[in-house]
């Protein structure tokens, strides 16, 4: 069983950053690939970026230069700082992990993300 928590979404103004974590527990030994999805009422998920053990990052190209991924594996935590946000970026935010292979495997929750003034 995989458990995956996201936190520190919320209301933020144009321009301004959030940073979002998200948590794993339960059986997540050997999970290689961690991202983030997002999706905004109406429209269908989209992948925002991805980090991948010995491989390094993506992002999609409507984030790059503003989102950065990173994960501590210690604290098994994936992040996603997010910086000159805009109205469009505007989603429920959705972290997954999973391998190479198979992924996305596991899903959190989401956690909602707001821009706007």
């Known amino acids: 069983q995989v458990q995956l928590v996201e936190s520190g979404g919320g209301l933020v103004q144009p321009g301004g950053s959030l940073r979002l974590s998200c948590v794993g527990s339960g059986s997540i030994f050997g999970f290689s690939r961690m991202g983030w999805y997002r999706q905004a009422p109406g429209k269908q998920r989209e992948l925002v970026a991805t980090?991948?053990?010995?491989?390094?990052?993506n992002y999609a190209d409507f984030v790059k230069g503003r989102f950065t991924i990173s994960r501590d594996n210690g604290k098994n935590t994936v992040y996603l700082q997010m910086n000159s946000l805009t109205p469009e970026d505007t989603a429920v935010y959705l972290c997954s992990w999973g391998s190479i292979s198979y992924f996305p495997r596991y899903w959190g929750q989401g956690t909602q993300v707001t821009v706007s003034s």
């Open positions: 980090i991948t053990s010995g491989v390094g990052t």
